[in-house]
């Protein structure tokens, strides 16, 4: 089946620093590239879209200068928290829409800002 | 009102007991449903994927989706440990849109 491999499954970093999670489809190409956020007990909160080769599109109250999404190619996707602080640590999502099962889910990055 | 409404639980039932997990939605325009299952810290995987109304099985796993009254099942039969997990029911109108989560219920099933 579809394989969305997410890197780095951990981190974590010092307030004000920035950290870049990486989502690559390995058997297909992705079209589309969803970010989510997910806190403890609930569920994933839509971040947002992005399609290879244009700007992300952004959710209401995401903001797109701390949370910078790059789509670069048909196989990698990149989100990158600029200047984090300690509200920012949370479970992060990345989803490719392509593949046979559809929608595809990274394997998360608990990201911890100390 | 939410888009996906889902009780939480936590639910937690006997080894080899039927699980019953539900989801109610308000868009009438939804018309691909999803069960997904995540571990603690990591991502959700598929497990049932259904397309308008209808029925679909897949081993020990039974998916509903009732359009008239816009509600959603995942059956369970002979639930195991390894079952235990939080189930997300998710849905959307097709295309290249975004899914539309419930919560998620977290699952225990005791030996």
């Known amino acids: 089946g579809a394989v969305v491999s997410q890197h780095p499954s951990w981190v974590i970093c010092k307030s004000g620093t920035s950290v870049k999670i990486e989502c690559r489809s390995l058997?297909?190409?992705?079209?589309?590239m969803f970010w989510y956020r997910q806190f403890p007990k609930q569920s994933l909160m839509l971040m947002a879209t992005s399609n290879e080769g244009s700007k992300a599109t952004y959710e209401q109250g995401v903001e797109k200068d701390k949370f910078l999404i790059n789509h670069a190619s048909l196989t990698l996707s990149t989100l990158t928290v600029t200047s984090a602080h300690p509200e920012d640590s949370s479970f992060y999502i990345c989803?490719?829409?392509?593949?046979?099962?559809?929608?595809?889910f990274g394997s998360g990055t608990r990201l911890t800002v100390v | 009102q939410k888009e996906v409404e889902q009780d939480p639980g936590p639910l937690s039932v006997p080894e080899g007991a039927i699980v019953s997990l539900n989801c109610t939605y308000s868009n009438s325009a939804f018309q691909y449903f999803m069960w997904y299952r995540q571990y603690s810290r990591k991502g959700p995987e598929l497990l049932m994927y259904?397309?308008?109304?209808g029925n679909k099985e897949d081993g020990r796993f039974t998916a509903q989706v009732d359009k008239s009254s816009k509600y959603i099942s995942l059956f369970i039969r002979d639930s195991q440990p390894s079952d235990s997990a939080t189930y997300l029911c998710?849905?959307?109108?097709?295309?290249?849109?975004?899914?539309?989560f419930g919560t998620g219920t977290r699952l225990t099933v005791i030996p």
């Open positions: 259904t397309y308008s109304s």
């Open positions: 998710a849905m959307n109108q097709g295309g290249a849109n975004n899914l539309f």
């Open positions: 989803s490719a829409r392509g593949g046979r099962d559809g929608y595809t």
């Open positions: 058997d297909f190409q992705a079209t589309t």
